[in-house]
């Protein structure tokens, strides 16, 4: 299926680059039936969001049994090859993890694989998903009440030695870029500092995360107030990307692309396609925004053309 639109692109045309994150661990398996859980299920969920157009897959693994979120590297491995023998698209591995691991069990995906990216968290903060409770009367796994009850309790830990640690292990060490969660203008400013400190090197790829309860919210005015900060903080040395948890996702992520910048879709953060209605695969949301992006007159970035403008190392060096 030909993914990257017409083969001669006006001049001058704009393309956007599609993350698509298959199934992060905010969301529960009973939460929908569509969320991937095992490696086959993440697997085929990552190589069908890059044959839709997704450049850059953002991968955390699970508990295949449970579909508890792991962060144990050899759950990564049970998926890795099948998306790097059947895509070209760009793995970035999560170093969030889930927000109330450990940074130690957090970083080991990373640390083992080696990936071309990795998120990273340029802040502590609440990170607040127990409101989902309300909304299901029964589970099909303990675990799952469990995990959301405890984010009213649990600070998502990224101290500025976190940061650092990151910074220096994932990403010096280890060769990885970032794609750099920034869920308040606050956390721009720390982001800036570091820019300016040498630790975090341009081009610095900026996720405007909205959305999330303890972030700043999926507002218009929120989002021209993150850009205006990032504007300031980080003057030309940045690219960002629009991810709006929840509802919000697509509208976000058309308003980031009209700002002229990159977005970010996936079942991680949004189980739905359209209000109350569950999206069926990631495929599906990433050919929702590609098609909104095509109708706005710009293109949709390769995985080559992604790891050019993020100055990436290449799917050859890294060890999976
Ligand atoms: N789920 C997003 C709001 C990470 O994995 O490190 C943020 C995220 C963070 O994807
Ligand atoms: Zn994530």
Redesign the pocket.
């Known amino acids: 299926m030909k993914v990257n639109g017409p083969s001669n692109p006006p001049a001058g045309r704009r393309n956007v680059i599609i993350t698509c994150?298959v199934t992060?661990?905010?969301h529960t398996p009973t939460m929908s039936p569509h969320l991937p859980v095992t490696a086959e299920e993440i697997a085929e969920a990552s190589i069908g969001a890059a044959e839709a157009g997704a450049a850059i897959i953002?991968l955390?693994a699970r508990d295949p049994e449970t579909g508890a979120p792991s962060a144990d590297p050899d759950h990564f491995r049970a998926f890795l090859p099948a998306i790097a023998q059947k895509t070209d698209a760009v793995v970035n591995i999560?170093?969030?993890?889930s927000s109330v691991m450990s940074l130690e069990t957090?970083l080991a995906p990373a640390r083992a694989l080696k990936p071309e990216m990795?998120?990273?968290?340029m802040g502590s903060m609440n990170?607040g998903t127990f409101p989902m409770l309300d909304k299901y009367a029964s589970w099909k796994h303990n675990w799952e009440p469990a995990l959301l009850e405890a984010t009213r309790r649990t600070v998502f830990q990224n101290t500025f030695e976190d940061i650092e640690t990151i910074l220096e292990d994932v990403g010096d060490r280890g060769g990885a870029r970032f794609?750099f969660?920034c869920?308040d203008v606050g956390q721009i400013e720390t982001l800036g500092f570091y820019l300016k400190r040498g630790l975090v090197k341009p081009p610095v790829y900026v996720?405007f995360?909205l959305?999330?309860l303890g972030?700043a919210g999926a507002h218009p005015d929120t989002l021209v107030h993150m850009k205006a900060t990032a504007d300031r903080v980080l003057g030309d040395a940045y690219d960002f990307s629009v991810?709006a948890?929840g509802g919000k996702q697509i509208s976000m992520a058309t308003m980031g692309a009209i700002m002229g910048g990159n977005v970010?879709v996936g079942l991680?953060?949004n189980l739905t396609i359209a209000p109350g209605e569950l999206a069926k695969s990631n495929a599906e949301q990433v050919g929702k925004i590609r098609r909104i992006i095509e109708e706005l007159g710009l293109g949709v970035a390769t995985p080559a053309e992604a790891r050019q403008r993020l100055a990436l190392k290449g799917a050859h060096a890294v060890e999976f």
Do not use: M
């Open positions: 994150a992060g661990s905010i953002h955390h999560s170093t969030g993890g957090r990795c998120s990273l968290n990170f794609e969660e869920y996720q995360v959305g999330v972030g991810l948890a970010r991680e953060d």
